[in-house]
């Protein structure tokens, strides 16, 4: 079985900011992990993945996140956040049966 | 290209009765997978089909069935609404099922009273 934990429920920030956004899994098999984002009212949508290769992941708007199997971590980081990065962020694991299991999810705030 | 679809957007349903909910996968996609999301559970894996045969099932009652048609629409059933039947439905569309990348829609908002 596979799970994921979510360090922090909520996250504030001031604007141009670094952030960091933790995840950690555990899995008894090989993982491919994802990034999503969910504004309000809206769907997931996909910030970064990693399936295999480099273990540093570049996502869209300026996301990264390090894949780390000895620790078994997955964190989100953005250098300089802005006001409209404020949503929630999903860890996410998948093995063989392609099935996402998520995180309980990470409420960033990013304040004036 | 068009994004993944689902209708209604919103629907209020009143304690057993029954609710049909559809998706529109992305042109060419043909494996949908659909998920829960609740305030208290999160976000729950319900069922994935592809080529019209359900491959996978998450842990939910049988209350919840799906099917996708010949065109990978696909839609969702839920019979007897329990007032925890009330959460944001998404569903999730890939090009095949061995593709780990998988596209969302907005979601229906179900609300049982």
């Known amino acids: 079985a596979q799970s994921v934990t979510q360090l922090d429920s909520q996250v504030p920030v001031f604007e141009e900011a670094p952030v960091e956004l933790r995840c950690n899994y555990s899995s008894s098999v090989s993982v491919y992990l994802f990034w999503y984002v969910q504004y309000p009212n809206q769907g997931l949508q996909l910030l970064l993945k990693?399936?295999?290769?480099?273990?540093l992941v570049k996502g869209i708007n300026g996301f990264e996140a390090e894949f780390n199997k000895s620790q078994t971590s997955f964190h989100l980081r953005k250098p300089s956040v802005h006001i409209s990065d404020t949503a929630e962020y999903f860890c996410a694991v998948t093995g063989s049966a392609r099935q996402l299991t998520f995180g309980s999810g990470t409420q960033l705030t990013v304040l004036p | 290209k068009a994004g993944v679809t689902q209708t209604p957007r919103y629907l209020i349903k009143t304690r057993g009765q029954q609710v049909t909910l559809s998706c529109s996968p992305i042109s060419g996609h043909r494996s949908v997978s659909w998920y829960q999301q609740t305030p208290g559970q999160g976000l729950q894996f319900l069922f994935e089909y592809f080529s019209e045969t359900q491959r996978n099932k998450g842990n939910f009652p049988g209350r919840f069935s799906g099917r996708q048609f010949s065109n990978s629409r696909s839609e969702m059933n839920v019979s007897t609404l329990e007032l925890g039947d009330s959460a944001l439905y998404l569903c999730?569309?890939?090009?095949?099922?061995?593709?780990?990348?998988?596209?969302f829609g907005p979601g229906t908002r179900l609300t049982v009273t």
């Open positions: 999730a569309s890939s090009l095949q099922p061995t593709d780990y990348e998988q596209y």
């Open positions: 990693y399936l295999s290769g480099s273990t």
